[in-house]
């Protein structure tokens, strides 16, 4: 994409990143067809051809279902009074993003129990998000996965898809190019097509990227023709152009709007695409005479989206900002940002991610309303101004990110080892973080250790020695006479929280009215429910914390926040629960399903949450999602049971829960004698090496996927613990080190142990050590029951390279 293309593709070919495969990989004259997903299989997002497009038919395909979004495109308010920083706009410049999440054939449809993931978190900023994509080798039209269109969704954020058409160098044909545009009498067969795809799984447009040479003027206005007729046959269709091939059918990059890509935006009368991201190449005088070219044309000049490419360097990318978002004046253009997931590619682990995330969005001083304009990246919020979708009841958050190492529903732990699905993923504060004290001011964080609902919750520590507001939402709420609101905390004794509401109304949108939680009566979670009747006809405006009293160690977590009417409802339960088909993982002891049911009638639904039952009476979380149909990733048999029941049960939009529907799973084959037990278990490590390296790597049964199919940290202390669900008797342990996964031998790990446990309370037991190891595969024999096993490594190589490089940590048993 663009005049960098030989830097942009590179890191393509290197990283898989983007999915673009060199053609001698996939041949462009025979390009690999998607084949349809066995019945219990992983689903993953559509990616087609043109011409393997036209035949696809979601009633046929067997993951169309799995990949749709349920979460319609909320409203947002921006009140420019309630802008964090001065210097930001709002209706103005606007932000688009352009993501990778995964390579193009291997987004999964519902997430993953790897929590490493771009759980991107600053909705506020950005107006559309591009889920970037698309490769001769695989495919060039890329669909998002529902767990992105959920999330974006829910923040009011439009999502698109993406269609790729390649240089010739890369494996690009400019028949691909005439199949796209193909007629069938006065139709575009394509486009039908991709109006179908977007309708059916709920996203909302498309980013086209032309970039295969040799057209014509021809083809330059068959493309064009495309995307008037889709305006016209489909209003509600986007598009987005890129800035590469021009009427000529040449492609010329203008790293402007000039009279040969303007036609591609507005065609005379006729509106061909709803916006245009400009090549990275622009100039002020360039910017000036776009924004001259679009009124004249009777479009906004925030409809061009002029663009930064992040990929390599995130916040350390030298940008003019000052052509863009002059101090002072109106914007010039939008921005447009290519890859700004750069903040979790270049992460060591998910601190650092979060450290970056918000260094590149809200800067360096982690405050959006404090932001240094003479910084060369001062952030993103000291430009444009925050949006909000908390503009209707019920609103509920968890601070859930869509990413965790655990599962909690109500407070009780339902489920151990990481995940990530942004389909969770609450709506985050509109400011991360804005505190005003006279004295020392408290750091909110996203706690991962704890949580009322799902993974994460808000933690509130520091010194309290003056009274803190803490600003989290912008909203437009209504209050009525049975409006209530209500928050769930912890904390660490029982008595005061020193906590107070933090509401404030349209009427005087700066002025807070607090509203005191009093007591905790222990040190679980406890609900603090506020009547809010005494100012009914008022709109809220935002909503924050207030804490007043003294402690030189204050430490408190929020696991919910909740704004409704009435009382929290009990939404009628799904039906018709079906498995729809099974795969095993290790045959006779996991499997992985697909389920489908029913959804439960009302429309107060706002997901659905898949247990199984345990023999103690307990339950074990396994996913959820707002579909009608879901993946389980494994279910493991628990010992020589012959079946287990399954639970569905849909939580409402105030987070009550209904009765379940349910089936049973029959396990028919024999459990074998032994097996690789902690094969996809629930994996922690100390640390990673890289975002692609984390510990779910040494679980995943595989050694041959690269230089990056490997667990890698460079912490002082090294380990990595796998949660075996139970307690199993073992027999052997089987460590994979660096050769065994092709790198040298010199980074076999020289000096390791491996210890057990039954419980988190136990102390670990120690029933290997090695020391001098050189070889690539070790295999430790043991006689123990245990629930939880580990790797610690003292000597990570046979040099003085520091890095541990462990392919697999294989725990033999039954």
Same mark, same amino acid.
């Given at each position: 994409?663009?005049?960098?293309?030989?830097?942009?593709?590179?890191?393509?070919?290197?990283?898989?990143?983007?999915?673009?495969?060199?053609?001698?990989?996939?041949?462009?004259?025979?390009?690999?067809?998607?084949?349809?997903?066995?019945?219990?299989?992983?689903?993953?997002?559509?990616?087609?051809?043109?011409?393997?497009?036209?035949?696809? /038919?979601?009633?046929?395909?067997? /993951?169309?279902?799995?990949?749709?979004?349920?979460?319609?495109?909320?409203?947002?308010?921006?009140?420019?009074?309630?802008?964090?920083?001065?210097?930001?706009?709002?209706?103005?410049?606007?932000?688009?993003?352009?993501?990778?999440?995964?390579?193009?054939?291997?987004?999964?449809?519902?997430?993953?129990?790897?929590?490493?993931?771009?759980?991107?978190?600053?909705?506020?900023?950005?107006?559309?998000?591009?889920?970037?994509?698309?490769?001769?080798? =695989?495919?060039?039209?890329?669909?998002?996965?529902?767990?992105?269109?959920?999330?974006?969704?829910?923040?009011?954020?439009?999502?698109?898809?993406?269609?790729?058409?390649?240089?010739?160098?890369?494996?690009?044909?400019?028949?691909?190019?005439?199949?796209?545009?193909?007629?069938?009498?006065?139709?575009?067969?394509?486009?039908?097509?991709?109006?179908?795809?977007?309708?059916?799984?709920?996203?909302?447009?498309?980013?086209?990227?032309?970039?295969?040479?040799?057209?014509?003027?021809?083809?330059?206005?068959?493309?064009?023709?495309?995307?008037?007729?889709?305006?016209?046959?489909?209003?509600?269709?986007?598009?987005?152009?890129?800035?590469?091939?021009?009427?000529?059918?040449?492609?010329?990059?203008? @790293?402007?709007?000039?009279?040969?890509?303007?036609?591609?935006?507005?065609?005379?009368?006729?509106?061909?695409?709803?916006?245009?991201?400009?090549?990275?190449?622009?100039?002020?005088?360039?910017?000036?005479?776009?924004?001259?070219?679009?009124?004249?044309?009777?479009?906004?000049?925030?409809?061009?989206?002029?663009?930064?490419?992040? =990929?390599?360097?995130?916040?350390?990318?030298?940008?003019?900002? @000052?052509?863009?978002?002059?101090?002072?004046?109106?914007?010039?253009?939008?921005?447009?940002?290519?890859?700004?997931?750069?903040?979790?590619?270049?992460?060591?682990?998910?601190?650092?991610?979060?450290?970056?995330?918000?260094?590149?969005?809200?800067?360096?001083?982690?405050?959006?309303?404090?932001?240094?304009?003479?910084?060369?990246?001062?952030?993103?919020?000291?430009?444009?101004?925050?949006?909000?979708?908390?503009?209707?009841?019920?609103?509920?958050?968890?601070?859930?990110?869509?990413?965790?190492?655990?599962?909690?529903?109500?407070?009780?732990?339902?489920?151990?080892?990481?995940?990530?699905?942004?389909?969770?993923?609450?709506?985050?504060?509109?400011?991360?973080?804005?505190?005003?004290? /006279?004295?020392?001011?408290?750091?909110?964080?996203?706690?991962?250790?704890?949580?009322?609902?799902?993974?994460?919750?808000?933690?509130?520590?520091?010194?309290?020695?003056?009274?803190?507001?803490?600003?989290?939402?912008?909203?437009?709420?209504?209050?009525?006479?049975?409006?209530?609101?209500?928050?769930?905390?912890?904390?660490?004794?029982?008595?005061?929280?020193?906590?107070?509401?933090?509401?404030?109304?349209?009427?005087?949108?700066?002025?807070?009215?607090?509203?005191?939680?009093?007591? /905790?009566?222990?040190?679980?979670?406890?609900?603090?429910?506020?009547?809010?009747?005494?100012?009914?006809?008022?709109?809220?405006?935002?909503?924050?914390?207030?804490?007043?009293?003294?402690?030189?160690?204050?430490?408190?977590?929020?696991?919910?926040?909740?704004?409704?009417?009435?009382?929290?409802?009990?939404?009628?339960?799904?039906?018709?629960?079906?498995?729809?088909?099974?795969?095993?993982?290790?045959?006779?002891?996991?499997?992985?399903?697909?389920?489908?049911?029913?959804?439960?009638?009302?429309?107060?639904?706002?997901?659905? =949450?898949?247990?199984?039952?345990?023999?103690?009476?307990?339950?074990?979380?396994?996913?959820?999602?707002? @579909?009608?149909?879901?993946?389980?990733?494994?279910?493991?048999?628990?010992?020589?049971?012959?079946?287990?029941?399954?639970?569905?049960?849909?939580?409402?939009?105030?987070?009550?829960?209904?009765?379940?529907?349910?089936?049973?799973?029959?396990?028919?084959?024999?459990?074998?004698?032994?097996?690789?037990?902690?094969?996809?278990?629930?994996?922690?490590?100390?640390?990673? +090496?890289?975002?692609?390296?984390?510990?779910?790597?040494?679980? @995943?049964?595989?050694?041959?996927?690269?230089?990056?199919?490997?667990? +890698?940290?460079?912490?002082?202390?090294?380990?990595?613990?796998?949660?075996?669900?139970?307690?199993?008797?073992?027999?052997?342990?089987?460590?994979?080190?660096?050769?065994?996964?092709?790198?040298?031998?010199?980074?076999?790990?020289?000096?390791?142990?491996?210890?057990?446990?039954?419980?988190?309370?136990?102390?670990?037991?120690?029933?290997?050590?090695?020391?001098?190891?050189?070889?690539?595969?070790?295999?430790?024999?043991?006689?123990?029951?245990?629930?939880?096993?580990?790797?610690?490594?003292?000597?990570?190589?046979?040099?003085?390279?520091?890095?541990?490089?462990?392919? =697999?940590?294989?725990?033999?048993?039954?």
């Amino acid at each position: 994409m663009s005049r960098r293309l030989p830097l942009l593709l590179s890191a393509v070919l290197a990283t898989a990143v983007l999915g673009v495969v060199p053609a001698a990989h996939a041949s462009p004259a025979s390009p690999a067809v998607q084949v349809a997903a066995a019945a219990g299989n992983q689903p993953y997002a559509s990616y087609w051809y043109p011409s393997t497009i036209l035949t696809w /038919d979601p009633a046929a395909d067997p /993951d169309a279902r799995f990949n749709r979004s349920r979460v319609p495109l909320q409203p947002r308010t921006s009140d420019p009074s309630l802008a964090a920083n001065p210097n930001a706009r709002a209706g103005e410049g606007k932000i688009a993003s352009l993501v990778s999440f995964a390579p193009t054939s291997n987004n999964p449809s519902q997430g993953s129990a790897d929590p490493n993931y771009y759980a991107f978190g600053y909705w506020q900023y950005v107006d559309k998000l591009v889920f970037w994509g698309g490769s001769a080798g =695989e495919g060039l039209i890329l669909a998002p996965n529902p767990t992105v269109i959920d999330a974006a969704h829910r923040n009011g954020v439009k999502v698109y898809g993406t269609v790729f058409f390649p240089p010739a160098a890369y494996g690009g044909q400019l028949q691909w190019v005439r199949d796209f545009v193909q007629r069938s009498g006065d139709r575009y067969p394509v486009a039908d097509k991709l109006v179908q795809a977007a309708q059916y799984y709920g996203f909302d447009g498309w980013f086209i990227n032309q970039e295969t040479g040799g057209g014509d003027s021809t083809l330059a206005g068959q493309l064009r023709g495309l995307m008037q007729y889709t305006k016209a046959q489909s209003g509600g269709t986007d598009f987005m152009w890129y800035d590469a091939m021009t009427t000529s059918g040449a492609v010329a990059w203008q @790293n402007a709007l000039t009279s040969a890509n303007s036609p591609f935006l507005q065609d005379g009368s006729k509106r061909t695409s709803d916006s245009m991201f400009l090549n990275f190449g622009w100039t002020p005088t360039g910017l000036d005479s776009s924004r001259t070219l679009a009124r004249q044309l009777g479009r906004s000049e925030y409809e061009l989206y002029s663009g930064i490419d992040t =990929e390599a360097n995130g916040y350390n990318t030298s940008v003019d900002w @000052n052509t863009l978002f002059p101090a002072g004046q109106p914007h010039t253009t939008s921005l447009g940002l290519y890859r700004p997931e750069w903040t979790w590619k270049s992460a060591t682990d998910r601190n650092d991610f979060y450290a970056k995330d918000s260094r590149y969005w809200v800067g360096a001083n982690a405050d959006p309303s404090n932001t240094n304009a003479s910084d060369s990246w001062p952030g993103l919020a000291g430009y444009v101004a925050e949006s909000s979708p908390v503009t209707a009841k019920p609103f509920v958050t968890n601070f859930g990110t869509g990413q965790g190492d655990f599962y909690n529903a109500g407070g009780t732990r339902v489920a151990t080892g990481g995940w990530n699905n942004l389909s969770l993923q609450d709506v985050p504060p509109t400011y991360r973080w804005v505190v005003t004290s /006279d004295g020392s001011k408290l750091s909110p964080s996203v706690d991962f250790t704890d949580a009322y609902q799902g993974g994460s919750s808000l933690r509130l520590t520091g010194t309290l020695d003056s009274a803190n507001t803490v600003r989290l939402y912008q909203t437009s709420l209504p209050v009525a006479a049975t409006t209530q609101l209500s928050m769930v905390v912890k904390t660490p004794a029982a008595g005061p929280t020193k906590l107070k509401a933090a509401v404030s109304f349209t009427d005087a949108p700066d002025r807070f009215t607090a509203l005191d939680l009093g007591d /905790d009566t222990g040190t679980g979670w406890e609900r603090h429910t506020l009547d809010l009747s005494p100012y009914a006809g008022r709109t809220i405006a935002q909503i924050g914390l207030r804490v007043e009293g003294s402690d030189p160690a204050y430490d408190l977590r929020i696991g919910q926040l909740a704004v409704y009417d009435g009382s929290v409802e009990s939404p009628a339960a799904p039906s018709g629960l079906t498995v729809l088909g099974a795969s095993d993982v290790v045959a006779g002891v996991s499997q992985s399903l697909r389920l489908s049911w029913t959804a439960a009638p009302g429309g107060n639904v706002h997901h659905y =949450e898949v247990y199984r039952r345990n023999t103690d009476g307990t339950r074990t979380f396994l996913g959820a999602t707002p @579909n009608d149909a879901y993946f389980v990733g494994k279910l493991d048999r628990a010992g020589s049971e012959g079946s287990t029941v399954l639970d569905v049960e849909a939580v409402s939009t105030t987070y009550g829960r209904s009765t379940a529907a349910s089936t049973t799973v029959t396990w028919t084959a024999t459990p074998p004698s032994g097996s690789n037990l902690a094969l996809n278990r629930p994996a922690t490590a100390s640390g990673q +090496c890289n975002a692609d390296e984390g510990p779910a790597k040494a679980v @995943n049964g595989t050694v041959n996927g690269g230089t990056s199919d490997k667990w +890698c940290t460079l912490t002082s202390a090294k380990w990595l613990q796998v949660d075996l669900g139970s307690a199993k008797q073992l027999s052997r342990f089987v460590v994979k080190h660096a050769s065994a996964g092709g790198e040298s031998a010199s980074y076999n790990t020289r000096d390791f142990a491996i210890q057990v446990r039954s419980g988190t309370a136990d102390p670990w037991t120690t029933v290997a050590n090695v020391t001098g190891n050189t070889a690539g595969v070790t295999t430790h024999a043991v006689n123990v029951s245990a629930r939880y096993v580990r790797l610690v490594v003292t000597k990570p190589t046979q040099s003085s390279d520091p890095a541990a490089r462990i392919y =697999e940590f294989e725990a033999w048993g039954k």
